[in-house]
């Protein structure tokens, strides 16, 4: 957990908030006028709201914008006490979202920032105006699975098997730049000290690593597959199929296949806008931000 008012030598120039409603102190942003609409941005593995510090500072010009930092991650707490899973992290979300009254949210979510708000808008369908994905998944399509995981996913079955997997996830404080890579973004030149410091911080200890550890495995063990099914049969799929949502996609991506994760989007939303970034790797936020902003202002206006 990251000192409140840390800003990376301003790199993070946005005031902290804190909701204790869900039995631990998360973290958020909420920057811009009260009354514009809300566009709210969603993090994934193993990253925080600093992934989204360009588009803070430019869509806050415009939109309400909020950034939650998910437990265990950033400046939020990483309680003990608390199962690190899918259905965790949306009802987290649910009572983040009552507790700020937010309403018709255009929501923007990259890695499980895709999964949360998927599931987050098949429970609250009335509350989801837009869905736009940056580098992830619904899986609610009957899209084949590639039989080949991929190189992150190789990699967190090979460690686990080899029981040194939350040595190295334990470690973030020093290998959180190897794991980045190995998930992998392009653009080199945003590395310095202050990149890094933000990215490691969150994590100076094994403690502090709870999410980041158990993340992969919800995946590699299919852990929210139950989650995901009772939302599926709860929800109107019809409903949110209606829901605009664009997608865009680093073509670089390491942890989940492009190409895979492109087809089950078109088929559920066959007319929907894609954009490839043929140069970017899973953390386009890192990659193209300012291609992504302009793309969710088009997005956003028009619907």
């Not at 933000?198 to 980041?212: M, Q, T």
């Not at 109107?236 to 895979?260: C, N, Q, T, W």
Request: hydrophobic letters at 35%; glycine letters at 6%; charged letters at 25%.
């Amino acid at each position: 957990m990251i000192e409140a008012k840390e800003n990376f030598n301003n790199t993070w120039p946005f005031n902290p908030n804190f909701f204790s409603g869900n039995g631990f102190k998360q973290h958020y942003v909420d920057e811009g006028k009260e009354n514009n609409k809300v566009i709210l941005c969603l993090h994934g593995e193993p990253t925080w709201g600093y992934i989204y510090r360009h588009f803070i500072r430019e869509l806050s010009k415009d939109f309400r914008v909020v950034v939650p930092d998910l437990m265990g991650f950033g400046k939020s707490e990483t309680p003990k006490n608390k199962e690190y899973s899918l259905k965790t992290h949306v009802e987290n979300l649910e009572n983040l979202v009552n507790y700020l009254e937010l309403k018709n949210i255009y929501f923007v979510g990259q890695d499980w920032g895709g999964p949360i708000l998927g599931a987050y808008t098949l429970r609250n369908l009335t509350n989801t105006k837009g869905m736009f994905l940056i580098n992830t998944i619904f899986g609610y399509s009957r899209t084949e699975k590639p039989k080949e995981l991929t190189p992150w996913f190789k990699w967190i079955k090979k460690n686990e098997e080899n029981g040194t997997l939350e040595v190295l996830l334990g470690e973030l404080n020093t290998t959180i730049l190897s794991i980045m890579k190995l998930l992998n973004f392009t653009n080199s030149s945003i590395i310095d000290d202050n990149w890094i410091e933000a990215y490691a911080s969150p994590f100076p200890n094994r403690d502090s690593c709870l999410g980041a550890i158990n993340f992969p495995l919800d995946v590699l063990h299919e852990r929210m597959v139950p989650f995901i099914i009772h939302c599926l049969k709860n929800g109107d799929m019809k409903s949110f199929l209606d829901i605009p949502s664009e997608l865009v996609y680093g073509m670089k991506d390491r942890a989940i296949d492009p190409d895979y994760a492109i087809k089950d989007f078109k088929a559920l939303y066959p007319n929907s806008k894609v954009t490839k970034l043929e140069n970017a790797g899973h953390f386009s936020q890192e990659d193209e931000p300012y291609k992504i902003i302009e793309l969710i202002k088009e997005f956003v206006s028009n619907n």
